[in-house]
């Protein structure tokens, strides 16, 4: 039987305009919109048949949408962990819960600070970022609890945006495409490597999903290079959550049951 693949998504927080910011200013952020946005990306979830399974909303919490920072989920076990801006820390007892149904969960503490958004697993390797977000003590600790289960932990240094999948996510098992700008293409070694448009340096954030690319419609030019690679791409609208500095990998957690 074909597992099933469930997204954990959260909804958009009344109070998202108070979002964290580190490399963008702030900008009026149309609430309405960016929960439309949301439901958009739900729905592109639901028709690449993925169960999308919300955790209860978190009104007082700004970036609670961005629920991939709360936690890293594998095959065989969750970490939840203890992400780099304090006010985001009250995020991750609801996914805790609820992740719990579905996974043996272990969790990271202090000095430890870790951001969902600097992991990118492939395979058996998952590499984290060291970002303002996620330290050293983290880096050796996600080593030291997932070395048992077989994965290897590989830092990687970046900089310029605020997250490893800023600069970098998987499009295919054996694909990246990446911000060279940001981060090094040979921090991947054996990868075959799509390069974003010089003009859309955000666009290296995509949601691999069921042998498609999750990716934002506003970034056409690196569209374009996915689908000449032969990539099948779902373009979801989100320029508004965007300016909360959040993209389409951060709007869920996605595991297989
Ligand atoms: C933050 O700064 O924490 C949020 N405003 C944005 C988080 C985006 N998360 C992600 O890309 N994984």
Same mark, same amino acid.
């Given at each position: 039987?074909?597992?099933?693949?469930?997204?954990?998504?959260?909804?958009?927080? &009344?109070?998202?305009?108070?979002?964290?910011?580190?490399?963008?200013?702030?900008?009026?952020?149309?609430?309405?919109?960016?929960?439309?946005?949301?439901?958009?990306?739900?729905?592109?979830?639901?028709?690449?048949?993925?169960?999308?399974?919300?955790?209860?909303?978190?009104?007082?919490?700004?970036? &609670?949408?961005?629920?991939?920072?709360?936690?890293?989920?594998?095959?065989?076990?969750?970490?939840?962990?203890?992400?780099?801006?304090?006010?985001?820390?009250?995020?991750?007892?609801a996914v805790a819960e609820v992740l719990s149904e579905y996974r043996t969960v272990l969790a990271l503490d202090a000095?430890?600070?870790?951001?969902?958004?600097?992991?990118?697993?492939?395979?058996?390797?998952?590499?984290?970022?060291?970002?303002?977000?996620?330290?050293?003590? &983290?880096?050796?600790?996600?080593?030291?609890?997932?070395?048992?289960?077989?994965?290897?932990?590989?830092?990687v240094d970046f900089a310029g945006c605020l997250h490893l999948k800023s600069a970098v996510t998987a499009v295919a098992y054996d694909v990246v495409l990446l911000n060279p700008a940001w981060v090094r293409a040979s921090a991947f070694p054996g990868y075959e490597i799509i390069h974003v448009d010089p003009s859309e340096p955000h666009a290296a954030n995509g949601l691999r999903v069921a042998g498609a690319v999750v990716f934002p419609e506003h970034f056409p030019l690196t569209r374009t290079r996915l689908e000449g690679r032969g990539l099948h791409v779902v373009t979801v609208p989100c320029d508004e959550l965007a300016k909360a500095e959040g993209a389409v990998t951060c709007c869920c957690l996605l595991f297989s049951v």
């Open positions: 039987m074909t597992p099933e693949l469930i997204a954990l998504t959260r909804p958009v927080s &009344a109070s998202i305009a108070e979002c964290e910011l580190t490399h963008l200013s702030r900008a009026p952020i149309d609430v309405v919109r960016a929960a439309a946005q949301h439901s958009a990306y739900e729905a592109a979830l639901r028709l690449l048949r993925v169960s999308v399974i919300q955790v209860g909303a978190a009104p007082e919490l700004p970036d &609670a949408v961005f629920i991939e920072d709360t936690a890293i989920v594998l095959d065989e076990v969750a970490v939840i962990t203890r992400p780099g801006a304090d006010i985001r820390r009250r995020e991750t007892d000095p430890a600070t870790l951001d969902g958004g600097d992991v990118l697993t492939m395979g058996r390797t998952i590499y984290v970022g060291r970002s303002g977000r996620t330290n050293d003590e &983290a880096i050796a600790r996600v080593g030291a609890m997932l070395g048992p289960y077989g994965y290897r932990v590989v830092a």
